[in-house]
Every structure is written in structure tokens, then in C-alpha cells.
């Protein structure tokens, strides 16, 4: 809260603090008086009434009030045009120059949908959420260039990739952020393998909830004896949508709460459904890219943790759970044997986070169904 209030305008934060001493002069006066009796009620009113009313003289901690606020009020959506994509982490193809594979990202404002009934005004790389996935194999030589259409300055962290420190995309310590209308150029060489992410390292609190967020697989140099049958990742966020259609960006503080929570940029019933057939060998790359934790529990089966963030378990290490909790900025991958035929769900067993609005079921909720 310190923090919070420290990035307030003096003016602001003046009328930010009367607000919170008005409400706990409130609280003293509900406490003195009590509930007694019906003289104790009327008591009561009189001294809401004495504070402002039932508004709180005009103090609304709603989405207009925390509008209001620097930093907090709705991103834009004049002139911004609809997704012509309509799922996100989808390969991005590249083409060779002398032996590096090459990639371009733009970042722009795209109205993307979450589910049928609700749209995000996002900040998208290429057009979708999350961003496109860059898959490559360990040693691979990569150049990725970002182009800058947003209306703020932005970068690209490599989240968990020992990069050269020119290339981690953290403004002002590693590099100037990329203004509105210009372009960056990352290069180094993709390695180790592992599960891996990217996202924007600049007013993080609102870019990536906004969007500006992919997976990154560098796929191991020799391929293992048994692939998986079915391997998808699975990124883990979480948006707000207020009572008034527009969005802001979520935060864990009150007022600004997510009220969307997204597997790949969709709530449920929009979430992609996961079709494998009975003995297959799936894994599943959980990545949380929001400010959240989500217990991700699995029915029908159990897994084995075979990775985490990026790197590795021993077989002999090995744990087998059906729940496991995902902190922000975590990955693991996990991989079971899908030999329950049935439609199976893997979903947050923080139960808010299954709502879409409030409504159950929704948010984060996906099916596997094993045929």
C-alpha cells in the first residue's frame, strides 16, 4: 500500500487519505454505538449521515473512483480493431538469415474476446493472447525484433533465459525502453531447453495483465527416445473488465481486483479443449504470467513433476500429485499417462478463479478429454 500511495500526485493523496480517515472514523462510530436497539440504528445513520451520506460524501471505491486514480484508469479502445485471430500461442514462423532464425512481434491494442459475452481492450503481440509461441531447439541463434505500436513505451523480457544482459529487456538497467512507433532488436542463442516465457518488463502491472505475454520452448538438442503424444502449454493470467465494459488492469489490491481469470487468454467455456486418446503420454506446461497463485488440480488422473521452471527433474525426484500450486512467474511442467477414458477437467482450486464475473463455472477451467 506504501508503494501504492507513494506513486500518487500530492493533491490526490491528500483526498486518497481523507477518504481512508473518514472510513475509520466510521468503523469508531459503528463500534461505539453499536447495535443496541432501534434508537442505536438510528444513531448509527445519523452519524453516516454526518460523514457524507450513504456515499461516503461522494467517495465511490468502485471503477469510477479508482479511475480516478494515476495509473488506474480504463485503457482505451477508441479506434482499436477487433482480433482477427481467434486463439493465441500459436507457432511463429521465422525465416533463416546465415543460420539465425528470425522473428518479428508487434505490439498493438487488439479488442480481444475472452469468452462469447466478454471483450478486452488487450495489448497483444501480433494480434492475440497471449502472444505468439516461439518454439526453437537448444543452440538455435535467434533475432527477434519488436516493433513498438502501443501508445506507451514497452521491451520484451525473456523470462528465465540467461541471456547476454544487453538482451534482457529490463529498461532503464539493460536498455532504453522502445518508444511508441520504434523498434528493438533482441539476438543471443536459445539454451538451455527447457519451458520458458516472454513478456514486457516495462509498467508491468499493466502491460502484461493486458496481454504482452507468450511461451518461449527451446525443445531439447537431442530429441528424447519417448515424446509425449500431446504437449501444450498452458498460461496462466488474469484481467478486469468493470461494470462499465471498459478494461483495466488487474491488481491485488482492493477495487482493482481481476474479475476474468484466463488459461491462454480464454475463460471458460472458452478455454481450448485438450483431445488426446486413451494411453497417450501428455505433458502439460503450466506457466503463471499473472500476479496470482493458482493450485491447478487435475481430475481423473495424477502427474509427475517433470520440470521447473525450465530445468529438469531426476526421475528419482520426481513427485506425483494431482494439485500443484503455481506462484507468479513459475513454470512446471507436468506429464501423466491418460489411460481414464472420460472428459476430465483441470482447473484453479482457488474457487473465485473459476468465475467469470462472479458466475461459476468459468475462468480457469479447461477439459481433457481422453477417448
Known sequence: MKGFVS????AARWSVLAAVALIALGVAAVAAIGFRDDNGMDEMQQAMDNMGGDDMGGMDMGDTAMSAMPGMEPISSAGVPAATQSQGAQPLPFVLDGGVKVFNLTAA??????TGE??????????TVPG?????????????TLKNDLPEATSIHWHGIPVPNAMDGVPPFTQTAVAPGQSF??????????SYMYHSHVETDKQIPLGLYAPFVIEPKEAPAAAPAVDKTLMLSEVRIGADGQTYAAMPMAGAEANYFTINGKSFPDTEKIQVKRGDVVRLRLENVGQLTHPMHLHGASFKIVATDGNPVPEAAQLTKDTIAISPGERYD????ADNPGTWVLHCHVLHHVTNDNVEPGGLITVIEVT
Open 185 to 194: 532488436t533482441y539476438e543471443f542463442t536459445a539454451s538451455p531447453a527447457g
Open 109 to 114: 491494442p487488439v479488442r480481444w474476446k475472452l
Open 132 to 144: 505468439p509461441a516461439i518454439r526453437v531447439t537448444e543452440g538455435d541463434r535467434v533475432r527477434i
Open 7 to 10: 506513486r500518487i500526485p500530492n
Open 334 to 337: 507436468i506429464e501423466f499417462v
Open 118 to 127: 466478454a471483450t478486452m481492450t488487450a495489448w497483444a503481440y501480433n494480434g
